[in-house]
């Protein structure tokens, strides 16, 4: 009887080669390049067609792409086998020492076969041959590797050069990149070299001793994020931060370029790794004019080319030698001897912050905008702002509640002067969209109550007031400021008579008190003490642009610009897309982990406000950062349980705080519509997921007219009261909702 094999297949690539095709979202090997399946089932296909032996089939896979994986898993016998999720991709080192550790501990010392998701090989016996031949060197201790021998001087391949041939079997001398033109001639010619396939057969054992002598830390680190793993029925779960902690090589770097007493097994199967849009025409149906043409395409005149139309009708006249790849919201052209180098287009739409890298436009995705149109006028104008405007408003001591409990009753905490400030915001807003409640005399109401109580003797405002209107807290604080601001301005456009004087008091008292005296930005507080943060200064150039549009002035454009400024200079990380939180008195990250808090929140907050800045300035290469900006939040924090955005995550895209409020979430829906439209994809499915996110999650759960504020991991609600704080996220966000979509409605 043949030896056990335990099978892993790894697919958590991204396959960019294959670009505006195969995308983060969306990598090559879900597709189906041939009309029988996508590259992975075909894989798992193959891998289950043994004609001999035990074969348990386990697939590595990135936990984002699970609902992908178990489709293509359905209906397919694997032998005891099944799923292993990695939360966060790190190379294929850590892959290949995952599928060490399951192979020992579930089945001891056996042999091990690691293939890649998505190569296409044809010849599924002759597949099975190869690697039989290559059992009895992995069973004797000896890593195997399969190469093939080439047909022409490839420079897409790595190469293998192998020295004698010993029962079949060759000894590998070294491995070796991607080569030029003139080295992959040299190599061709000399006929010692063949392909790397990838492809590798060893025994667990002689794995883990070769990760004992190389790379201790790799399997040191993969053992303990698979010791903490959970497993159920759908597959298995490592948490986050310990398999982030992996070191990110691959298994070449790692061990194959570093072992001794490697060898080759000639491949007796037809291979193509698929990585190029050439290798798609030279494995694809052909016409007689060699071209392989595919979806909605009329070609004229057209030869030895590759045409693909996703979606729209494509036409091409006179082509030659080239690849057309069109999708729904990206086209790409080259020559078929140039496709290679599609990467480079990939890396420059990165560095833009382009999303068409990351995201497939879909046709499960809502796409119909203004699809929540009517649950959100008749949320926000039906329940909400009548809710806020009698229950929300303290009629006896002045100003409004700083919260409600869920049975709308107001909860006597003290209040916060940004609170204030925020609900005199939204009436404004409420009212410049068309709301037909008391707007005027809510704002008026707020703005007696802030500038009777809450004035300092410098012309500041205070922190924080007690139920009754007395002080709590007289500290002088930038973010309460520029909510000040930020709501007189709006005060100002809705008519209130005194809006503009209390802005311009108010605008005397920062430049004097907490204006940093270097000229590099604001002080937290006017005593000038402690951290510096980012945050008060976002919400600063909220309230700056809030008054250029009040009063057409580009003096208020100058203060933004020196927000931005900060922004490019200090906040914004350029090589992990990020903005940081906390600093020091020179704007440097504090030390410690607050040094790497980020807030996809924030993410969100400035994406939308940099758009605003652009279009108002003229400095449209701003956009590109908003963009960056969203990407990270996207790719890094949101909840992949629930879609919604984490509290706080580290810059490498730990979760700090797994809460998620519903601020952020509000946030999340004015980037999308600020992105829109600005030059780079569609967003309007985006805008609609967001806001159904929003309402599934934190409003559609509440009473009338409430929210859930915070929610766990896991979905379900933290929430002990309903903050009047956040009102103005949900108002402002809704109504750019309601704005936006108005010709749909």
């Known amino acids: ?392 408003v303290d009629e006896r001591h002045g100003g409004f509640h700083e919260a409600l409990g869920f049975d709308a009753s107001p909860l006597m905490k003290p209040k916060r002067m940004r609170t204030q400030a925020r609900q005199v915001y939204a009436f404004a807003v409420a009212k410049e969209r068309g709301w037909t409640g008391p707007a005027d005399r809510l704002i008026a109401h707020g703005i007696d109550f802030m500038a009777g109580k809450g004035r300092t003797e410098t012309g500041g405002w205070v922190r924080t007031l007690n139920v009754d209107g007395s002080v709590a807290d007289p500290v002088e604080d930038a973010y309460d400021h520029s909510c000040v601001l930020l709501a007189l301005a709006h005060a100002h456009m809705s008519g209130h008579p005194d809006a503009l004087r209390l802005g311009e008091e108010t605008f005397a008292f920062l430049d004097a008190h907490l204006e940093d005296s270097r000229m590099t930005g604001f002080l937290e507080t006017s005593d000038g003490a402690g951290e510096r943060r980012s945050n008060p200064h976002m919400h600063l150039l909220e309230a700056f642009l809030a008054w250029h549009q009040a009063t057409g002035e580009r003096a208020y454009l100058r203060r933004a610009s020196r927000i931005i400024d900060l922004f490019r200079s200090h906040f914004f990380d350029a090589d992990s897309w990020t903005l940081g939180e906390y600093f020091d008195d020179g704007w440097k990250p504090v030390a410690g982990d607050k040094g790497t808090w980020t807030e996809p929140g924030h993410h969100f907050e400035w994406a939308s406000l940099l758009v605003d800045f652009a279009a108002r300035s003229g400095q449209t290469e701003l956009t590109a950062f908003a963009r960056k900006l969203y990407a990270s939040a996207v790719a890094n924090g949101l909840n992949r349980a629930t879609g919604l955005s984490y509290g706080a995550v580290s810059r490498q895209g730990l979760p700090l705080d797994t809460v998620s409020r519903s601020w952020p979430q509000a946030e999340a829906v004015k980037a999308a519509i600020a992105l829109d439209g600005s030059g780079g994809p569609d967003l309007k499915p985006e805008i609609e997921a967001r806001v159904g996110r929003l309402f599934r999650w934190h409003i559609d759960p509440a009473p009338l007219g409430l929210w859930i504020d915070r929610i766990d991991e896991r979905g379900r609600s933290l929430a002990t009261d309903v903050p009047a704080s956040i009102f103005y996220h949900l108002v402002y966000a809704l109504t750019q909702y309601l704005d936006g979509t108005a010709e749909k409605g």
């Open 1 to 392: 009887m043949s030896q056990r094999i335990v099978s892993f297949v790894m697919s958590g690539g991204v396959g960019s080669r294959l670009w505006p095709l195969s995308r983060e979202d969306n990598p090559k090997q879900f597709h189906d390049f041939s009309g029988d399946g996508s590259m992975l089932a075909k894989t798992l296909r193959r891998l289950a067609s043994r004609p001999e032996g035990e074969t348990p089939i386990f697939l590595i896979a990135s936990e984002r792409h699970a609902e992908r994986v178990h489709a293509d898993l359905a209906g397919l016998d694997l032998a005891g086998g099944g799923p292993l999720f990695e939360p966060t991709g790190r190379n294929t080192a850590a892959a290949v020492a995952l599928a060490s550790l399951r192979t020992l501990s579930e089945y001891g010392d056996e042999l091990v076969l690691v293939v890649p998701s998505d190569h296409e090989i044809s010849t599924a016996r002759q597949f099975w041959q190869s690697i039989e031949a290559g059992a009895a060197a992995a069973s004797a201790g000896r890593l195997v590797v399969f190469g093939i021998k080439p047909t022409q001087p490839e420079t897409g391949y790595g190469y293998i050069e192998v020295a004698a041939e010993r029962d079949g079997v060759f000894d590998v001398s070294r491995f070796v990149e991607k080569p030029d033109p003139a080295t992959a001639q040299t190599y061709f010619d000399a006929g010692s070299f063949y392909w790397n396939t990838g492809i590798f057969l060893f025994r667990a054992g002689a794995m883990r001793d070769a990760f004992a002598a190389f790379e201790p830390e790799i399997w040191q680190a993969t053992e303990a994020a698979y010791h903490a793993a959970t497993s159920d029925l759908s597959g298995l779960y490592m948490p986050l931060e310990l398999y982030a902690a992996i070191p990110s090589t691959s298994i070449d770097y790692a061990i194959m370029e570093r072992a001794r007493d490697i060898v080759m097994v000639p491949a007796g199967f037809r291979w193509n790794d698929l990585g190029s849009w050439q290798s798609l025409l030279d494995v694809g149906p052909s016409d007689r004019q060699g071209n392989v043409i595919l979806g909605d395409v009329v070609a004229i005149d057209c030869e030895n080319s590759y045409i693909r139309g996703d979606g729209r009708l494509l036409s091409a006249i006179g082509m030659k030698d080239v690849a057309i790849v069109s999708t729904a919201d990206a086209t790409f052209v080259a020559p078929v001897s140039h496709s290679q180098h599609v990467k480079k287009i990939v890396e420059q739409l990165e560095k833009s912050g382009r999303l068409e890298t990351r995201f497939t436009p879909a046709p499960d995705r809502v796409i119909e905008s203004g699809a929540w149109r009517r649950r959100v006028h008749h949320w926000l104008f039906d329940e909400t702002l009548p809710l806020w405007s009698t229950s929300g």
